[in-house]
């Protein structure tokens, strides 16, 4: 082999190796400090509905009002505040566990800082994110190495969440219920 020859692979597998270290490093620092998180758009606010007409009270007849029983959801009905109060574990390392859900975002990872922490080879620190956008609940992948399947489908852009339909966040499934 001529010195040039040399010279020329002895360089490449230089910057080879220098590609090498920057991914483990950038790949390192994601891990640690997380990535930077899209926010959804603002929901847009609905027209507030029109008050019934009410009746003039009947001097012989008088009825009692009672207040309406919430309808219970469908299973794989769309799944809003009044629709869902807890997430429960199906599969899993946490199987069977039961969180409330408030009002605030949910974040799900293998970080102590998420408020569902899942520990699991699978699962990043910043996994996903459940949130309340508008009336409705909407999962967000944070840009996963593996990726979140909602109802067998892989989450690309914010979707909404139905009710009973299996969410896996690695190797742990969960559902959202009533």
Not at 36 to 41: A, D, M, N
Not at 80 to 101: D, M, Q
């Amino acid at each position: 082999m001529s010195p040039l020859t040399l010279l020329l692979l002895q360089g490449g597998f230089l910057v080879l190796l220098w590609f090498f270290v920057f991914g483990v490093v950038y790949s390192l620092r994601a891990d640690l400090f997380g990535v930077k998180v899209r926010k959804l758009p603002e929901p847009v606010a609905s027209a507030p509905a029109a008050p019934a007409p009410t009746a003039a009270p009947d001097a012989v007849t008088t009825q009692v009002k009672r207040p309406a029983a919430p309808a219970p959801a469908p299973v794989g009905g769309l799944a809003t505040t009044s629709a869902v109060s807890r997430i429960v574990i199906t599969s899993g390392p946490k199987a069977g566990l039961e969180l409330p859900l408030g009002t605030e975002p949910l974040t799900i990872g293998r970080s102590s800082e998420s408020g569902l922490v899942i520990r699991d080879d699978y699962t990043s620190s910043h996994h996903a994110r459940l949130v309340l956008w508008g009336d409705q609940w909407m999962l967000q992948d944070l840009d996963s190495t593996n990726g979140t399947s909602h109802d067998g489908v892989r989450v690309a852009s914010p979707v909404q969440v139905k009710v009973g339909a299996p969410i896996k966040v690695g190797a742990t499934t969960f559902e959202l219920r009533k």
